[in-house]
């Protein structure tokens, strides 16, 4: 990467989520949650991407716990030392959220003082490093542990989220001070997060101080916030004129303004409470108000990424660079986010903002960040790699990455459709119009060309249906077509509906799924579950076309009491399981590529003819309801399998997937758990024997599955809760008999 002085195209930089925040007395650190800690390969993956630089964790609490007289160097050696060798430049982070190690915090007035030794060494140990954060996100830090009481010391005052803020400004300022004595060419990328507050016409002045406050990090590092600033008041309450007057006298601005920005650091307050049912409403000494994502009420739309690049460009006049891009999302609204981004890079760059970086940011992914960390629930947001297999495992955005910095272009079907942050269904509640005379902000131009769809087939099928909601959801356009518009064993046909829709990918739901009917019915299940497999499968591979396929549970024999697994044999019992494994060979067999997804029996919020459901509807009407006490599955939640199933076809997985929801129980348990969950007397389901229910075809004793490859659904008692909210009221699209189409 060429020096920052230096303008040259922009460039792709890559960021690991590296927190270590401290709540009570525990440490939450990412790194080790990520797996990061252990892999030093990791690197080389990230080295493949073709990013220039990343921004990586030189963290104060992971090198010297126990004091500088006990620091630990070994590790950061290491990987300093195999950036250096791949030629990606390291971003030192010296503190990411945290309060530095047992025996400071960020209230403490030594404080600056500890920081900036620990950054001189730093510097003495790596000369050679010339780019640091040394705080990331100040200003966000302060509020987190300062104003929200989120993170230690969990205060909730405004003279501690003072003292906070002016703390890691001031140690920021010693820190680049001792660095620059080691290293003169040493530049500072400031991060913080930059979003914009909203309001109704109340709140106004709550929305104009926190609009001032947003640029409080930057404003107090260029030396800003003198007795003109808006907030020198508000800043100096409580004895920090002093501290203040220093900083605007001895300013140290950024070399790169580094703004982190996500979809929900647009806010937008409203003191009508009652509008947002369920929202815990908060406030100041004058209103009671409620703090809401921007983007899911105000009807004109977020100014967005590019808008607030552009203000911070106009503000300040320095470099800037887009320094953690990500989306807790499905794949392909990760994918749009991320392309946004790097686009509107190029349309600033046009307009004559220098802008340096884009950054794909959460490379391994996060932990628990939907709770702030505040809860230790493993809720996992993969990145550009997903961290949960025995192998680190590139998504499509690793692709998309790659594409980006070594060509400065991509294309991907899901870019023919807008996010959700420009849909319509982006609302949560009612919306309302900040200005009644603002047009539409981020408005999205669709391609000239027609939207690349998905093929679904089986249309008449509850599987078919569940995707293509789904698709909806997702904003993915599909074609869903019924057997009368595609019969998949029929070369001609399956080869018409390709040659008539050009889909991108076929996912195919069709077959026959009624288990017992199999073994009367062998000739009839094994054309529609084999030969259909078989042709659709040969069709797509003429054409070039990736295939999405599903089985069952049921291609295992019930052999043992832990949970099966991508690496077990087959060995079916009935006709329906024998011909769902003769697929899945044939299959792979003939094109390895393809995506073939195995679960446990399904259930779904759209379908009534599932156990739960079924269970549910008896005993709701004052029946007992019976389910086999003695037969142990693996439930899966249909909306998790097909939406985990969908990331890995983008993704370009292949082979056998297992998509189980985490938990191995009895039917008898499952429809208990059901009955339970949905407020009515469990005691009404009677556990009985397999061979007293009138099966026909023989099921096995044991089907749970589980995957080694990665693949994390949630629990089933997680899939049971969202069930039963999910259940009530259908707000997806009720599809017509005939062949669909959805956008």
Same mark, same amino acid.
């Given at each position: 990467?060429?020096?920052?002085?230096?303008?040259?195209?922009?460039?792709?930089?890559?960021?690991?989520?590296?927190?270590?925040?401290?709540?009570?007395?525990?440490?939450?650190?990412?790194?080790?949650?990520?797996? *990061?800690?252990?892999?030093?390969?990791?690197?080389?993956?990230?080295?493949?991407?073709?990013?220039?630089?990343?921004?990586?964790?030189?963290?104060?609490?992971?090198?010297?716990?126990?004091?500088?007289?006990?620091?630990?160097?070994?590790?950061?050696?290491?990987?300093?030392?195999?950036?250096?060798?791949?030629?990606?430049?390291?971003?030192?982070?010296?503190?990411? *959220?945290?309060?530095?190690?047992?025996?400071?915090?960020?209230?403490?007035?030594?404080?600056?003082?500890?920081?900036?030794?620990?950054?001189?060494?730093?510097?003495?140990?790596?000369?050679?490093?010339?780019?640091?954060?040394?705080?990331?996100?100040?200003?966000?830090?302060?509020?987190?542990?300062?104003?929200?009481?989120?993170?230690?010391?969990?205060?909730?005052?405004?003279?501690?989220?003072?003292?906070?803020?002016?703390?890691?400004?001031?140690?920021?300022?010693?820190?680049?001070?001792?660095?620059?004595?080691?290293?003169?060419?040493?530049?500072?990328?400031?991060?913080?997060?930059?979003?914009?507050?909203?309001?109704?016409?109340?709140?106004?002045?709550?929305?104009?101080?926190?609009?001032?406050?947003?640029?409080?990090?930057?404003?107090?590092?260029?030396?800003?916030?003198?007795?003109?600033?808006?907030?020198?008041?508000?800043?100096?309450?409580?004895?920090?004129?002093?501290?203040?007057?220093?900083?605007? =006298?001895?300013?140290?601005?950024?070399?790169?303004?580094?703004?982190?920005?996500?979809?929900?650091?647009?806010?937008?307050?409203?003191?009508?409470?009652?509008?947002?049912?369920?929202?815990?409403?908060?406030?100041?000494? &004058?209103?009671?108000?409620?703090?809401?994502?921007?983007?899911?009420?105000?009807?004109?739309?977020?100014?967005?990424?590019?808008?607030?690049?552009?203000?911070?460009?106009?503000?300040?006049?320095?470099?800037?660079?887009?320094?953690?891009?990500?989306?807790?999302?499905?794949?392909?609204?990760?994918?749009?986010?991320?392309?946004?981004?790097?686009?509107?890079?190029?349309?600033?760059?046009?307009?004559?903002?220098?802008?340096?970086?884009?950054?794909?940011?959460?490379?391994?992914?996060?932990?628990?960040?939907?709770?702030?960390?505040?809860?230790?629930?493993?809720?996992?947001?993969?990145?550009?790699?997903?961290?949960?297999?025995?192998?680190?495992?590139?998504?499509?955005? =690793?692709?998309?990455?790659?594409?980006?910095?070594?060509?400065?272009?991509?294309?991907?079907?899901?870019?023919?459709?807008?996010?959700?942050? *420009?849909?319509?269904?982006?609302?949560?509640?009612?919306?309302?119009?900040?200005?009644?005379?603002?047009?539409?902000?981020?408005?999205?131009?669709?391609?000239?060309?027609?939207?690349?769809?998905?093929?679904?087939?089986?249309?008449?099928?509850?599987?078919?249906?569940?995707?293509?909601?789904?698709?909806?959801?997702?904003?993915?356009?599909?074609?869903?077509?019924?057997?009368?518009?595609?019969?998949?064993?029929?070369?001609?046909?399956?080869?018409?509906?390709? =040659? &008539?829709?050009?889909?991108?990918?076929?996912?195919?739901?069709?077959?026959?799924?009624?288990?017992?009917?199999?073994?009367?019915?062998?000739?009839?299940?094994?054309?529609?579950?084999?030969?259909?497999?078989?042709?659709?499968?040969?069709?797509?591979?003429?054409?070039?076309?990736?295939?999405?396929?599903?089985?069952?549970?049921?291609?295992?024999?019930?052999?043992?009491?832990?949970?099966?697994?991508?690496?077990?044999?087959?060995?079916?019992?009935?006709?329906?399981?024998?011909?769902?494994?003769?697929?899945?060979?044939?299959?792979?067999?003939?094109?390895?590529?393809?995506?073939?997804?195995?679960?446990?029996?399904?259930?779904?919020?759209?379908?009534?003819?599932?156990?739960?459901?079924?269970?549910?509807?008896?005993?709701?009407?004052?029946?007992?309801?019976?389910?086999?006490?003695?037969?142990?599955?693996?439930?899966?939640?249909?909306?998790?399998?097909?939406?985990?199933?969908?990331?890995?076809?983008?993704?370009?997985?292949?082979?056998?997937?297992?998509?189980?929801?985490?938990?191995?129980?009895?039917?008898?348990?499952?429809?208990?758990?059901?009955?339970?969950?949905?407020?009515?007397?469990?005691?009404?389901?009677?556990?009985?024997?397999?061979?007293?229910?009138?099966?026909?075809?023989?099921?096995?004793?044991?089907?749970?599955?589980?995957?080694?490859?990665?693949?994390?659904?949630?629990?089933?008692?997680?899939?049971?809760?969202?069930?039963?909210?999910?259940?009530?009221?259908?707000?997806?699209?009720?599809?017509?008999?005939?062949?669909?189409?959805?956008?």
């Amino acid at each position: 990467m060429a020096q920052l002085t230096e303008i040259r195209a922009i460039e792709m930089w890559g960021g690991v989520e590296c927190t270590v925040a401290r709540l009570r007395d525990r440490f939450v650190d990412q790194t080790r949650l990520s797996g *990061h800690h252990e892999r030093v390969e990791d690197l080389d993956a990230f080295a493949a991407l073709g990013i220039t630089a990343i921004r990586y964790p030189v963290l104060w609490e992971r090198v010297a716990p126990e004091g500088l007289e006990k620091a630990d160097w070994r590790w950061t050696d290491e990987r300093l030392g195999r950036l250096r060798e791949l030629g990606v430049r390291p971003i030192a982070a010296l503190l990411h *959220h945290g309060n530095g190690p047992r025996g400071t915090d960020l209230t403490q007035p030594d404080f600056p003082q500890k920081f900036a030794a620990y950054a001189a060494r730093v510097a003495e140990r790596y000369p050679w490093v010339d780019l640091y954060t040394p705080v990331n996100e100040p200003l966000t830090t302060a509020r987190f542990c300062g104003l929200y009481g989120l993170w230690y010391p969990h205060a909730r005052d405004h003279a501690t989220f003072r003292r906070i803020l002016i703390n890691q400004i001031k140690g920021t300022v010693l820190a680049m001070r001792a660095i620059r004595a080691v290293n003169p060419a040493a530049r500072l990328v400031q991060t913080e997060d930059l979003g914009k507050c909203h309001s109704t016409p109340r709140l106004a002045y709550e929305a104009e101080h926190e609009n001032y406050r947003r640029w409080l990090t930057f404003d107090l590092l260029a030396g800003r916030v003198t007795r003109e600033h808006p907030l020198w008041s508000y800043m100096a309450e409580g004895g920090f004129e002093d501290e203040l007057d220093e900083l605007a =006298a001895d300013p140290c601005p950024p070399d790169v303004l580094g703004i982190d920005h996500y979809l929900t650091s647009e806010r937008f307050l409203d003191d009508r409470v009652k509008r947002y049912p369920g929202v815990r409403a908060g406030g100041n000494d &004058r209103d009671r108000y409620v703090d809401v994502e921007a983007i899911r009420v105000v009807a004109e739309g977020t100014v967005g990424l590019e808008a607030l690049l552009e203000e911070a460009w106009e503000r300040y006049r320095l470099p800037i660079a887009a320094t953690e891009v990500h989306n807790g999302s499905s794949r392909e609204e990760q994918l749009r986010w991320l392309k946004e981004a790097w686009d509107a890079a190029h349309r600033l760059r046009g307009r004559g903002v220098d802008i340096r970086a884009v950054t794909a940011w959460a490379l391994l992914g996060s932990y628990d960040w939907n709770s702030l960390l505040t809860r230790r629930a493993g809720f996992y947001e993969s990145g550009v790699f997903d961290v949960r297999g025995p192998a680190l495992r590139p998504t499509a955005l =690793a692709r998309l990455v790659r594409e980006l910095a070594t060509t400065g272009t991509a294309d991907h079907p899901v870019f023919d459709a807008p996010g959700w942050w *420009h849909r319509e269904d982006r609302f949560h509640w009612t919306p309302v119009r900040c200005d009644p005379f603002a047009p539409a902000r981020g408005r999205w131009t669709p391609p000239a060309h027609a939207p690349r769809p998905l093929l679904i087939t089986g249309g008449d099928g509850a599987l078919a249906r569940a995707v293509a909601r789904l698709c909806v959801v997702r904003g993915l356009p599909y074609v869903l077509l019924p057997r009368g518009a595609m019969d998949i064993a029929d070369p001609a046909s399956a080869a018409a509906a390709l =040659a &008539r829709h050009r889909p991108w990918a076929v996912i195919n739901a069709a077959g026959f799924a009624r288990v017992d009917a199999a073994e009367r019915e062998p000739g009839r299940c094994r054309r529609e579950n084999v030969v259909g497999v078989d042709v659709l499968g040969a069709t797509c591979r003429a054409a070039g076309v990736p295939l999405l396929a599903f089985s069952s549970h049921l291609v295992f024999g019930g052999d043992r009491t832990v949970p099966y697994t991508e690496d077990d044999s087959p060995a079916p019992l009935g006709a329906y399981g024998a011909a769902k494994a003769e697929a899945e060979r044939l299959l792979l067999d003939a094109d390895p590529d393809a995506l073939v997804v195995r679960s446990g029996p399904a259930f779904g919020p759209w379908d009534d003819r599932n156990l739960a459901a079924r269970a549910i509807r008896a005993v709701a009407g004052g029946r007992f309801f019976s389910a086999a006490c003695d037969v142990v599955v693996s439930p899966s939640y249909l909306p998790d399998v097909v939406n985990v199933a969908l990331d890995l076809l983008m993704d370009g997985e292949r082979g056998v997937w297992h998509l189980a929801n985490t938990g191995a129980v009895t039917w008898a348990e499952f429809a208990r758990g059901a009955v339970r969950d949905a407020g009515l007397d469990p005691q009404r389901v009677l556990g009985v024997p397999a061979a007293d229910l009138n099966w026909t075809a023989p099921r096995p004793a044991y089907s749970a599955l589980r995957s080694v490859r990665g693949a994390g659904l949630p629990s089933l008692e997680d899939a049971l809760r969202r069930f039963h909210a999910e259940r009530p009221e259908d707000l997806l699209l009720r599809l017509p008999d005939a062949e669909a189409v959805g956008v």
